[in-house]
Structure formats: C-alpha cells, structure tokens
C-alpha cells in the first residue's frame, strides 16, 4: 500500500473501530470495505447514514492522502441511493475528478454488490505548504 496512506490509516483508530478496510490504493484512487453491523442500523431497520458516510469518507481520505502530502477534507456532501441493511457488505470507491492548487475533487460511489447505495463528492485541502 502507498506510504503516506499506510503512515495515516496506522492511526485511525475511528475506520478501525467501525471495521473499515482499505482494499487498494492508487494514484488518486482508493477502495474500502465495511460490512453493516446490527449497532450500525437506525429505529427505520437500516444503516445509519453517518456509517455509509465514513466507509465513503475513508475511501476519499486514502485517494486524497495518496500524493503524499498530508490532505484533510475541506467539504464534502453525500446523496443516499438505497438502503442498506445489517449485514450488508459496502465497498467505496473513490476517484479523483481533478486538483487545482492546494484542493482537489473526489467521487465516491458505495455499493452493496453492484447496487449503488450513495454517491459522495469530496473537496480536499492540503495542509501546510
């Protein structure tokens, strides 16, 4: 796995506790993988969406921090799709759209299998100089 991303997630003591896997990590791309636990579903019987947020959040992070530099999201917004369920296996994968300056843009698409469960887009900022 790329350095500064493996330096990063060695720490991340939030994706490890909710059982957050980080697949692959490319230049400006990266997957992870989070399966649905019972405590994770609201009073509705499915997946809270902050927990559909961090899987996609997690992706963005890794893809964005695989330059190098130390990268922190700056905004970012998610459209739910469909709704998951516990025991329901998510995988996010993100892409760069484009970085300009010191910020960068991500999509993250979380699916359960091949149905898309929510898009995300994330702005990124890199810290320092």
Known sequence: MNEPVTRMLRDDVASTALGIEVLDVGPGTARSRMTVRRDMVNGHGIAHGAFVFAVADTAFACACNSH????????????FVAPAYADDVLEAH???RTRFGRSGIYDVTV??????IAEFRGTSRRVGS
């Open 68 to 79: 190098g530099p130390i990268t922190v999201a700056a905004a970012a917004e998610i459209t």
């Open 94 to 96: 993100a892409v760069e």
């Open 111 to 116: 699916r359960r299998g091949t149905d898309v």
